[in-house]
C-alpha cells in the first residue's frame, strides 16, 4: 500500500462529457504527478503540480486539465471526452525535494471508459 | 525527447526458471531508472530504483543493472514462480521536476 488514494475506481461517461477524478497523496508529499495509460501501452505523462501550480506537462491537450488543494490531493479534469480518452489513469505523489523527486509512488488508477 | 524501449513484449516461462528483462533508452541524461510490476487493472508497484550514480540494486529473488553509456538495464528475476507473472515497466526519471518516462512493458507468464 502507497497511500495514494484515488476515486472513483471505475467510471462510465459518453462522447462529449466532462469528467473529474480525484487523488489524495501519500502524507507529506507536495507534489501529484498523473499520467494516462492506455490498454497495453505503458503510461504516459499528462501534468505534475508543486504547491498547488502546474509544475510540467506532457503531450495532452488544454482539455486536461488539473488542480491541487492546499491539503495537496488533487484532481484531474477532461472535457469533451472522446472515445480514445478510454484508459486508467494513475496519479502518483512525491517529495520534491533532491534526489526524492523522482520517487513517485502510484494509486491504483481509476479506468474511465468513453462509450 | 527519452524514447525507452523493453524486450522482449511477451514472455512465458516454467516455474523455476531464471529470466532476463531489457529496458533501453536512447537519452542517457537520467536522474534514475525504476522497475515496476503491474498487475492486471491495478496501479503501479516499485520493485527496485537505481540513482544515476549506481550500477545496480537487488531485491529478494530481483536484481536490476543500469549501463548509462549504452543505455541500458536489465531486471534479472531469479527461481521465477507463478506469482511473478504480471506486467513489468520500466521507467526513467530523467527531468528536474521528475517527469517519469514509461516502456511498453513485458509482459510476463511463469506457469506451473
Same mark, same amino acid.
Given at each position: 500500500?502507497?497511500g495514494?488514494?484515488?476515486s472513483?475506481?471505475?467510471? #462510465? *461517461?459518453?462522447?462529449?462529457q466532462?469528467?473529474?477524478?480525484?487523488?489524495s497523496s501519500q502524507s507529506?508529499?507536495?507534489?501529484?504527478?498523473?499520467?494516462?495509460?492506455?490498454?497495453?501501452?505503458?503510461?504516459?505523462?499528462?501534468?505534475?503540480? %508543486?504547491?498547488e501550480e502546474?509544475?510540467g506537462?506532457?503531450?495532452?491537450?488544454?482539455r486536461?486539465?488539473?488542480?491541487q488543494?492546499?491539503?495537496?490531493?488533487?484532481?484531474?479534469?477532461?472535457?469533451?471526452l472522446?472515445?480514445?480518452?478510454?484508459?486508467l %489513469?494513475l496519479?502518483?505523489?512525491?517529495?520534491?525535494?533532491g534526489?526524492?523527486k523522482? #520517487?513517485?509512488?502510484?494509486?491504483?488508477?481509476?479506468r474511465?471508459?468513453?462509450? | *525527447?527519452?524514447?525507452?524501449?523493453?524486450i522482449p513484449a511477451?514472455?512465458?516461462?516454467?516455474e523455476?526458471?531464471n529470466?532476463?528483462?531489457?529496458c533501453?533508452?536512447?537519452?542517457s541524461? #537520467?536522474?534514475?531508472?525504476q522497475?515496476f510490476?503491474?498487475?492486471?487493472?491495478?496501479g503501479?508497484?516499485s520493485?527496485?530504483?537505481?540513482?544515476?550514480?549506481?550500477?545496480?540494486q537487488?531485491?529478494?529473488?530481483?536484481?536490476?543493472?543500469l549501463? *548509462?553509456?549504452?543505455?541500458?538495464?536489465?531486471?534479472?528475476?531469479?527461481a521465477s514462480?507463478?506469482?511473478?507473472?504480471?506486467? %513489468?515497466?520500466c521507467?526513467?526519471?530523467?527531468?528536474s %521536476?521528475? *517527469?517519469?518516462t514509461?516502456?511498453?512493458?513485458? #509482459?510476463?507468464t511463469?506457469?506451473?
Amino acid at each position: 500500500e502507497t497511500g495514494v488514494t484515488q476515486s472513483p475506481t471505475h467510471l #462510465i *461517461k459518453t462522447r462529449g462529457q466532462q469528467v473529474t477524478l480525484r487523488c489524495s497523496s501519500q502524507s507529506g508529499h507536495n507534489t501529484v504527478s498523473w499520467y494516462q495509460q492506455a490498454l497495453g501501452q505503458g503510461p504516459q505523462f499528462i501534468f505534475q503540480y %508543486y504547491r498547488e501550480e502546474e509544475n510540467g506537462r506532457g503531450n495532452f491537450p488544454p482539455r486536461f486539465s488539473g488542480l491541487q488543494f492546499p491539503n495537496y490531493s488533487s484532481e484531474l479534469n477532461v472535457n469533451a471526452l472522446e472515445l480514445d480518452d478510454s484508459a486508467l %489513469y494513475l496519479c502518483a505523489s512525491s517529495l520534491q525535494t533532491g534526489v526524492a523527486k523522482n #520517487i513517485q509512488y502510484f494509486g491504483a488508477g481509476t479506468r474511465l471508459s468513453v462509450l | *525527447k527519452q524514447e525507452v524501449t523493453q524486450i522482449p513484449a511477451a514472455l512465458s516461462v516454467p516455474e523455476g526458471e531464471n529470466l532476463v528483462l531489457n529496458c533501453s533508452f536512447t537519452d542517457s541524461a #537520467i536522474y534514475n531508472l525504476q522497475w515496476f510490476r503491474q498487475d492486471p487493472g491495478k496501479g503501479l508497484t516499485s520493485l527496485l530504483l537505481i540513482q544515476s550514480s549506481q550500477r545496480e540494486q537487488t531485491s529478494g529473488r530481483l536484481n536490476a543493472s543500469l549501463d *548509462k553509456s549504452s543505455g541500458r538495464s536489465t531486471l534479472y528475476i531469479a527461481a521465477s514462480q507463478p506469482g511473478d507473472s504480471a506486467t %513489468y515497466l520500466c521507467s526513467l526519471g530523467g527531468t528536474s %521536476y521528475g *517527469k517519469l518516462t514509461f516502456g511498453q512493458g513485458t #509482459i510476463l507468464t511463469v506457469h506451473p
